[in-house]
C-alpha cells in the first residue's frame, strides 16, 4: 500500500442509507484534465457526479445510489464511460475493475483531542470506517467514513473539463451503458487500446494495435470446396506418413505439414481482419473509402512479424522510411480501433 500521506472524512456520516460509488482512474502521460470550473460537478441520469483532481489519481464520485447493489450498476457504467472517454479522444485510461470494499470497524472508534479540527466540519465524535482512497469503492454515505491517501497529483491543462463531462453524461445515460464491458472479449479489447496510450515509443503501441484487432476478430471458415481440398490434402499426408514411421526427420516434416494445412481450414487472420474493419467502419466521416481503408489496415498486420522478430516493418526500408511507415502505420491503426471499439459499444449498450 506504501506510505499514507494524508486521510480525511469522506461521507456525510448521516441521514438515510445512500451510496456513492469512488472511482480512481489514471491517465496516460502527458494528459490531463483542466480545472476550469471551481467545482467540477454534473447531473446524469438523476445522479450527482464530481470529479476531483487533487491527489495521485483522479477520483470520479457519484453520489445517490439508494442501495449497494444500485450501486455497484453505477460503477460498471462508470467505467464503460470513462472507456468511452478515452477512446473518444485517444487517451489511455487506467482504472481497476477490482471493487474494494470499505473497512468496518466492530465498533465506532473515538476521533482524539489532536485530530477534532479534522472532523470539525463534520461534526464527527467518532469514525466507523476507512478505505483506500486510490481503490474502487462504493461508499456507504450514511456512515461516518475516512479514505487513506498514499500520496497527490500536481495537475496541469490539457482535456478541457467540458470534453470529459460530455462523454462521461453521452455514455452513462444509457440504460445498458455497463453491458459493453461484460464481453470479456471486447473489454480486454478496450483494455489493451487504451493502454496503447500509456506506451511513448511507436514500436509497442504498432503490436498493441495490431493485437486489438486480433482480439476482436471472429474465427471464420473458409468456402466449402476450399475445405473439401484441405480434406484430400490431409488425407494423403496421413497416407505418407504410414510408409515414414522409421524415418523421424520425415514424420515430423510431415506432421508439421499437417498441422499447417488444419489451419488452412479457417480465413487467414488478414482477411478477418479487413471484414471487422470494413463491418465497423461505415458511418465514419474520417473514412471517405470504407473498403478501401479496411484492405489497408489488414495488409498491416504483414508488418507484425517483421518487427517481432526483426525490429523493423519492412526490410527492405531504410532506416527513415521505416519510421515514417510505423508513424503512419500507426496513425491509421489508432483510427481504425477508436472506431470499431465505438461502433461496438454502442451496439453492445442498445
Request: proline letters at 4%.
Amino acid at each position: 500500500m506504501g506510505t499514507i500521506l494524508s486521510y480525511k472524512p469522506e461521507t456525510k456520516g448521516k441521514g438515510k442509507p445512500s451510496y456513492t460509488v469512488h472511482l480512481p482512474f489514471v491517465l496516460s502521460p502527458g494528459r490531463t484534465i483542466k480545472k476550469e470550473e471551481a467545482e467540477r460537478t454534473f447531473r446524469c441520469s438523476g445522479y450527482q457526479f464530481k470529479l476531483l483532481g487533487d491527489r495521485k489519481h483522479y477520483i470520479l464520485k457519484i453520489f445517490g445510489f439508494s442501495t449497494e447493489e444500485e450501486a455497484k450498476k453505477g460503477f460498471n457504467k462508470a467505467r464503460a464511460s470513462l472507456f468511452w472517454f478515452g477512446i473518444n479522444n485517444f487517451v489511455g485510461i487506467d482504472v481497476s475493475a477490482d471493487l474494494k470494499g470499505v473497512n468496518l470497524a466492530s465498533s465506532p472508534v473515538a476521533i482524539s483531542d489532536k485530530e477534532k479540527e479534522l472532523y470539525k466540519d463534520k461534526g464527527w465524535d467518532f469514525i466507523e470506517g476507512n478505505f483506500i482512497g486510490t481503490n474502487p469503492t462504493i461508499l456507504p454515505e450514511h456512515k461516518k467514513i475516512v479514505g487513506f491517501y498514499p500520496g497527490s497529483v500536481t495537475v496541469t491543462g490539457d482535456f478541457n473539463f467540458s470534453v470529459f463531462k460530455a462523454s462521461i453524461i453521452d455514455a452513462f445515460s444509457k440504460n445498458n451503458a455497463g453491458e459493453p464491458l461484460g464481453d470479456k472479449k471486447l473489454r480486454l479489447a478496450f483494455e489493451v487500446f487504451l493502454s496503447s496510450h500509456f506506451e511513448l515509443g511507436y514500436k509497442p503501441k504498432f503490436i498493441l494495435g495490431i493485437t486489438t484487432l486480433e482480439i476482436l476478430i471472429e474465427e471464420e471458415q473458409v468456402s466449402k470446396p476450399a475445405l473439401n481440398l484441405i480434406s484430400k490434402f490431409l488425407e494423403g499426408i496421413k497416407e505418407s506418413e504410414v510408409g515414414f514411421k522409421k524415418n523421424k526427420k520425415v514424420a515430423k516434416d510431415l506432421a508439421s505439414l499437417r498441422g499447417g494445412l488444419r489451419g488452412l481450414r479457417k480465413k487467414s487472420i488478414k482477411q478477418r481482419i479487413e471484414k471487422l474493419v470494413g463491418e465497423n467502419i461505415i458511418g465514419d466521416e474520417r473514412v471517405l473509402d470504407p473498403l478501401g481503408f479496411a484492405k489497408k489496415i489488414s495488409s498491416l498486420y504483414q508488418y507484425r512479424s517483421n518487427l517481432l522478430h526483426l525490429g523493423v516493418l519492412d526490410p527492405n526500408l531504410k532506416k527513415d522510411d521505416n519510421e515514417r511507415l510505423l508513424v503512419q502505420s500507426n496513425d491509421l491503426l489508432q483510427k481504425a480501433n477508436s472506431s470499431i471499439l465505438k461502433n461496438l459499444f454502442l451496439k453492445a449498450a442498445e
